[in-house]
Each structure stands twice: as structure tokens, then as C-alpha cells.
């Protein structure tokens, strides 16, 4: 029996990341959480033929608490999207908030749940629920993650575009480490699985690492207003969920790039020394397992094009970290 719960689950996200999470075989019980309109989209989707037992919950009643019961995975698209113009960091403002609270809402009702976190800004939305895990003392860093999963997506669809066979793009695997906004997001085109192709110039490599970086910015302004990317991003979480899913039922060798706490495992050292710097978060690649981060694997080699863009990510990757832990350590006035 596993019990998965979308924490914003009536969003643009939220709806198809559901609606893939309801297709599962691996999930038995899906739990819909949202200020608005879950009766709706759950009655919807407890129609679809397929095991789980789907629930829809509002606040009222402490709904957040009843959604929450018994949660094995916790997945959290709850937050505004960007508009054109701003940054991620521009959603701070109102997503820091909503984050915490739904966080203290995991730390009293569901402390061993794992937490998947898609809000944005990720770099310091992961922080907040992790300093909310240790206001509470449940902090495991095993178990809390940044989906950065639509940024490895995106590496592998545009790299496959270049080699000129979109079918190849399931398997084409490309880590993106670091942080999830632009510069912090750094694709590691030098460890693809599938060479690319030969006439590729700098310039090209370039050009492939900075729509990876600002992929997101593609989407943003496409939709003119509308909101960002949310249906690839609901693939994306799907993606790895499935994945971390897998794992905490027995599959080994599983890895995936996601934000992670770096004491979560030991790996965390040498990924620390790698970037030269003590950050206690970083997007590196990660065996997934039973309790979670099983193993964070080094970065490895890499070209001196990418080391100059990890280098560019560190300072970023700082702040933004900082921002989120002193969000909740600050004293409430
Ligand atoms: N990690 C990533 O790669 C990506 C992250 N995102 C982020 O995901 C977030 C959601 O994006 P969309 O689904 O497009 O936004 P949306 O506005 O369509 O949906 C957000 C949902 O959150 C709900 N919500 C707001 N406050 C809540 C609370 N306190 N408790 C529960 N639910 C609450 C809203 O009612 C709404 O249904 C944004 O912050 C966006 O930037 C988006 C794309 C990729
Ligand atoms: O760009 C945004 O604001 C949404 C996002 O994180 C992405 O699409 O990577």
C-alpha cells in the first residue's frame, strides 16, 4: 500500500501531475490537497479505471491534516507561477509562505513521508522545509527533494533534437547539476550518454547549455501571461516519482540528478570539494533507495566550460539557500 499526496493538486501542475500519478500501478491511495476546487478534480479522476483510491480535501476541517494521514510520498506543486519578466526569486515573496506552512503541516502529521518539492523558487523552497523538519525535529535529509527532473528532461529532448532523432530522447541522459534556476543550472552536455554530434562548435554547446538554463523562460514567455511550464512539469514529477518509488520498493541502481540536502550521505563531501564550495544543498545526481538518497554520486569530469559554469552557479545557489533557511529562522514579528 502506498499513499501519495499532491499538496496544490487543483493547479496547472497539480491536475496532470495527478492525473499521471493516478495511472501508477506503484500508488494505491492518491490524496488531492488544494485551497480550491480538489472535490472537483478528484471526483474526476476516481473515475479513471486504474487501483488508486482517490480523495479530494480543502483546508476547512483541517483538511491539509486528513490529506496528509498516512502519506508514504508527499508531492508539492502549491505556489504561484512566473509571469514574463520575473525571476523565480521574484516568487519567493508569496511561495516561501505557502511552503512553510504546508511543510509544518508534513512535520506534524507525516514527518516520514518523502517530500518531492516543485514550488518555486526550488533553491530556497527545499531549505525552508528542511529547516521546518528540524523546528520540528524530524529533519531526515534522506527523504527531502528538489525535483529538478524538467531540467534533465529538457537537456534530453534538445539534445536529441541536435542529433536529429527525437526518438532517441528517452534514452538520451544528460545530468543537470546545481540549483533550478538560470546559471545555477548546469547541464553536463560532456556526459551524455549519446555523443553528440561531431560538427557541434563551442558556440552550438553554448547555445544548448543556455536553453537548458532558461528553458523555463521559453515556456514563461510562450504562454504570455498565462503562466510556466506545467504539463512538462507534471511529466517530470511524474517521472520522479516513479522513480523514487521504484526504488523504496527494492529496485537498485536508480539515479536521478535532484536537490538534495549534501549531508544526506557521504558522497555530499566530495561533491562539496568538487564545487569548492560548503553548500549544504546541490542538485547532483543521486542513487535513489529504501530510505531515500542512498548514495550522492560525484560530478566526476567534466569540461573547463562546465567548470566555469559551476563556478558561476555557486554564489547564486548561496544566496538563495540563505534566503530560505534565515525565511524560517527569523524570528515571526
Ligand atoms: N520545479 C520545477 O521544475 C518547476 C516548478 N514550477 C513551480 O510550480 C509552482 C506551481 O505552478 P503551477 O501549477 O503552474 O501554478 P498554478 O497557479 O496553476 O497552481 C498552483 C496551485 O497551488 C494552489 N495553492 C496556493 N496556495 C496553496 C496552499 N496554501 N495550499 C495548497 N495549495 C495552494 C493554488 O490554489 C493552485 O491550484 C510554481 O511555483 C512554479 O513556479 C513550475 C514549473 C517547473
Ligand atoms: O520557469 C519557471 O518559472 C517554471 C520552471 O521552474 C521551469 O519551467 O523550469
Known amino acids: 500500500m502506498t499513499k501519495a499526496v499532491v499538496l496544490g493538486a487543483a493547479g496547472g501542475i497539480g491536475q496532470p501531475l495527478s492525473l499521471l500519478l493516478k495511472t501508477s500501478p506503484l500508488i494505491s491511495e492518491l490524496s488531492l490537497y488544494d485551497i480550491v476546487n480538489t472535490p472537483g478534480v478528484a471526483a474526476d479522476l476516481s473515475h479513471i479505471d486504474t487501483p488508486a483510491k482517490v480523495e479530494g480535501y480543502l483546508p476547512p476541517d483541517d483538511g ?11 508531492v508539492i506543486p502549491a505556489g504561484v ?23 509544518t503541516g508534513i512535520a506534524k502529521v507525516a514527518p516520514k513521508a518523502f517530500v518531492l518539492v516543485i514550488s518555486n523558487p526550488v533553491n530556497s523552497t527545499v ?3 528542511a529547516e521546518v523538519f528540524k523546528q520540528h525535529n524530524v529533519f531526515d535529509p534522506k527523504r527531502i527533494f528538489g525535483v529538478t527532473t524538467l531540467d534533465v528532461v529538457r ?3 534538445f539534445v536529441a533534437e541536435k542529433i536529429g532523432d527525437l526518438s532517441v530522447a528517452p534514452a538520451v541522459s544528460i545530468p543537470v547539476v546545481g540549483g533550478h534556476s538560470g546559471v545555477t543550472i548546469v547541464p553536463l552536455l560532456s556526459q551524455s550518454s549519446h555523443p553528440l554530434p561531431a560538427n557541434l562548435t563551442e558556440d552550438d554547446i553554448k547555445a544548448l547549455t543556455n536553453r537548458v538554463q532558461y528553458g523555463g523562460d521559453e515556456v514563461v514567455k510562450a504562454k504570455d501571461g498565462a503562466g510556466s511550464a506545467t504539463l512538462s512539469m507534471a511529466y517530470a514529477g511524474a517521472e520522479f516519482a516513479a522513480k ?5 520498493k527494492g529496485e537498485k541502481g536508480i539515479v536521478a ?20 564550495a560548503p553548500l549544504d544543498f546541490f542538485s547532483a545526481r543521486v542513487e535513489l533507495g529504501a530510505s531515500g538518497v542512498e548514495k550522492i554520486l560525484p ?3 567534466i569540461s573547463s566550460y562546465e567548470q566555469t559554469l559551476l563556478k558561476a552557479a555557486v554564489p547564486e545557489l548561496k544566496a538563495n539557500i540563505e534566503k530560505g533557511v534565515s525565511f524560517v529562522q527569523a524570528p515571526k514579528l
Do not use: C, W, Y
Open 299 to 301: 560530478i566526476g569530469k
Open 257 to 276: 540528478p535532484t536537490f538534495v540536502h549534501l549531508t544526506a550521505d557521504e558522497g555530499g563531501k566530495k561533491v562539496q570539494q568538487e564545487i569548492e
Open 244 to 248: 523514487l518509488l521504484r526504488a523504496i
Open 64 to 74: 491539509l491534516g486528513k490529506a496528509l494521514k498516512g502519506a508514504d510520498i508527499v
Open 81 to 103: 507561477p512566473r509571469k514574463p519578466g520575473m525571476t523565480r526569486d521574484d516568487l519567493f515573496k508569496i511561495n516561501a509562505g505557502i511552503v512553510r506552512d504546508l511543510a
Open 155 to 157: 537537456a534530453s529532448t
Open 127 to 129: 531549505p525552508i522545509v
